[in-house]
């Protein structure tokens, strides 16, 4: 039977994000989505608006990223002490990120597919209904940003952790937004002017910039679920600060995201002079972001001591 405690040598797992304000924020912005989508698709059936039941539907997209991200952060925070997770659950902010990119993009090809065809096939407009719907789009998504402005990075006690699954609700509201106000450009130049083509060619402009967007986040979070993206001067950094201490060499380095701010490490060690494991753990105390660290270490014999590195 056992008889020794093992707690000092044991590692935490948990690397959850905890963004309670800005979790508690996004389900405001749900809401306020949720009931404005509604009301707009109501409206659009019974005054038959297409203007009205288009946007309406564009909203059912947003609401549905921001049940993933909700989704996301009461997954991670349910299983983060779940030991089928080998490094808990701080990459789920991540991939709730990447899935709100992805959905982006989607949203994107669909306004870029819709505003060809009604270049090709101009559609009639109903102008003061379209700018309404559009200025009731705008303010809502104002609103919106103002709750999730500034709260896409959850505090700790000393840092500050990017946080993707937030971000990525952040810019649905700026794309429906960035929506909003090019329909109104294009709807008031074509009630004052007669522009009406004006419109696709604001539906076209409005896809490429929000198809950006989201190429931009899913750069930033693929990496860190493919256990990318490790700065190679920060890595270069470790290794120089092992290899700086007596003879020691690193014959194996491994470094992966295991979330958005923290890093796992396995560092084989070949030198003559072995010491405990907790010596060179401490050598790399400096490198805060190395959150979980497995050190191994072997004795060289002469021979393979004096080869030349």
């Known amino acids: 039977m056992h008889q020794h405690t093992i707690e000092r040598w044991q590692q935490d797992h948990d690397f959850v994000i905890v963004n309670k304000r800005g979790e508690k924020r996004t389900r405001y912005v749900l809401l306020l989505t949720a009931v404005t989508m509604l009301v707009e ?16 539907w564009h909203m ?23 030991p089928d997770f080998a490094f808990g659950t701080g990459k789920v ?26 270049l090709v096939n101009p559609h009639d407009i109903q102008l003061n209904a379209a700018i309404a719907v559009a200025f009731l789009g705008l303010t809502v998504n104002v609103i919106s940003a103002l709750l999730l402005k500034d709260h896409h990075h959850s505090h700790s006690e000393h840092e500050h952790h990017h946080d993707h699954n937030l971000k990525a ?35 076209v402009v409005g896809a490429l910039i929000i198809t950006a967007w989201a190429v931009g986040l899913i750069r930033e979070t693929s990496p860190i679920l493919l256990d990318g993206s490790i700065d190679e001067a920060y890595r270069q950094a470790i290794k120089q600060c092992i290899e700086s201490d007596s003879d020691n060499r690193i014959a194996d380095f491994h470094i992966w995201h295991i979330s958005p701010h923290h890093y796992a490490a396995i560092i084989t060690i070949v030198t003559a002079r072995p010491q405990a494991t907790a010596h060179y753990k401490a050598l790399l105390s400096d ?18 001591c004096n080869h030349p590195r």
């Open 169 to 203: 609700a952040y810019v649905h509201v700026l794309a429906d937004a960035l929506t909003s106000v090019l329909a109104i450009v294009a709807l008031i130049a074509a009630k004052l002017a007669g522009l009406t083509w004006l419109d696709p060619i604001m539906g």
């Open 93 to 118: 902010s991540v991939l709730g990120g990447f899935t709100s990119a992805v959905a982006l993009g989607v949203v994107a090809v669909l306004m870029l597919l819709e505003s060809v065809e009604r």
């Open 287 to 304: 490198f805060d972001r190395l959150s979980h660290i497995t050190i191994e270490v072997h004795q060289c014999d002469d021979e393979d």
């Open 41 to 56: 698709i109501i409206a659009g059936l019974a005054f038959g608006s297409m203007a009205l039941l288009a946007d309406g």
């Open 60 to 82: 059912a997209t947003h609401v549905a990223a921001f049940l993933i991200t909700l989704f996301a952060y009461h997954y991670a925070s349910k299983h983060s002490d779940n």
